[in-house]
């Protein structure tokens, strides 16, 4: 059909789309000019050499890091006009930011961001109360009960994926620990026996990655053309989005219903399940949501929840790898940790895991280094903000914090760009002025200075059962496995993959593999 009216009007498809798109950048590029005479010029801009709103966009795309972090070092203490993949941007420092996100959300929305980062008009993303509830309400109060159980699978996953031979065997770990992590979580989130199906793990690790593909390549194309380019089979993605949510609800709308068979049924003898399913369908009828969207609920906890673990476990491996003398003091920790537990054979209990202080300052050390994202609070104002500063943001200011520049500031962090875990420990001498000698300065603090989980009441909720997933990876993975970068068991910070860049996300080198064999004593 759309082809036939192309032929009518004597233009191929791809002619059509970039006449359009031409047209498009003109009239975005007369708007960005228009937008640029608003209050907000009153900020500076590290904009003003690229006239273009897409050239800006490619430069935030290729540079981005660099550019925050300049505009940061510029302005510490303000805020600076950039425009970044979400289009004009006004970059706040952690104190404007800190006024900014306790304005209400009719005031400040953080769902609007999320909308154009999800293109959520096509991807269908919706903001899921019932996940963020269950997470906060449910999940994290019981962090302590459902550990015995996360600590089994993350060690049984462990002992089926990593190699059992002690010679030196290539992985290629980003894959390995994904599996890893969606084995894991999936046994709190849906329960123990799904869990470990090929069918539930390839659909809580494909669906996010078709949403985000999707998502990406609907943003290269001007808005007014995206449904235009959705039916010349520019995403694919979509269809296989809406075909894993008809799959999730095949999976689990029975395993409900025979719960709820069962909850009516009870006569005090049957063991409710302990897991985020359970929880959810309890207080679904709370928010009006079916038990078909309680399935679907459970592809969006998946989608917050395992990729951002996975990488962030990855990159915490590549730098435990590329420092191999934080190897000893790691070891030495575990065993003291295990050494007082009052099981037979000793297991990590919540306790116990957070006595491990060296543990929790190599992942925050790592995620520092490498976080996710290079922003956090990305909010758009639906309301006049008038700020202590005197300036007022005008409706419709898309804001973000450079959470990566903050991280890297040498003002905060002596020789920013090291890795040295101790900087996070309590009785560092090598700690700097900013950060040492709290317990704010754990993994999961959300605050000024600890940016990564966010902050305010938007910070995320899942960070403590996201730390306990990756503190248990690295105890039972240091102590069952050798780990380096190079074969024959070489080791060095020269040899630590370089992450891939892209716009605000961080993410580890797809292909990257690191050298792994059981330790002869494990
Ligand atoms: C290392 C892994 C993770 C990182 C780096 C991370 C990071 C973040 C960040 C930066 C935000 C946005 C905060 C803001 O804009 O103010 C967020 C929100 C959120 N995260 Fe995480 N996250 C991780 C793991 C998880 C896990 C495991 C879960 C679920 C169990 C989860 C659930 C959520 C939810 C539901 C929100 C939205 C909160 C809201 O609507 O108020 N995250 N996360």
Redesign the pocket.
Known sequence: MTEAIFSQLGLSPSALLLSAAAAIFSITYLFSQWRDTSGLSKIPSLDERFKLGFQRKARYLKHGKELLREGYRRFPDGMFRLTTQFGPTVVVSRDVMDEV?KKPDDMIS?MEPVKHDMQVEYTGIT??HL??ET?RND?TPNLGRIMPTLSKEIQNALLEEFPKSTEWTSLNINKILLRVVAIA?GSTFVGTELCRTEEWIHLSTQYTMDVFIAAEKLKIVPSLLRPLSIKLGWAPELQRIVEHREKAKQYLVPIIQKRRQMMAADDGSWEKPDDCLQWMLEKAHQHGYSDEDIAVSQLS?SM???H??S??ATQALFDLAANPSCLEPLRNELNTALSMSPDSPPTFTKSTLSSCSFLDALIKES?RLS???LV????VALAPIPLSNGITLPTGTHIACPSEAVGTDPTMYADPLEFRPERFLKDSSSSSTAISGSTRNALTASTKNSL????????????F???M??KLVFAFLVQGWDVALGEGGQTGKELRPASRERGDSITPDPSAMVWIRRRADA
């Open positions: 996100i953080f903001d899921d996940v963020a997470i999940l979580s906890l917050v929840a395992i951002s673990t990488i962030t995620q976080p996710v994202l956090i609070g990305k909010r990564h989980f966010g902050f305010g009441r938007h910070s995320c909720p899942g960070r059962f996201a730390a997933e990756i």
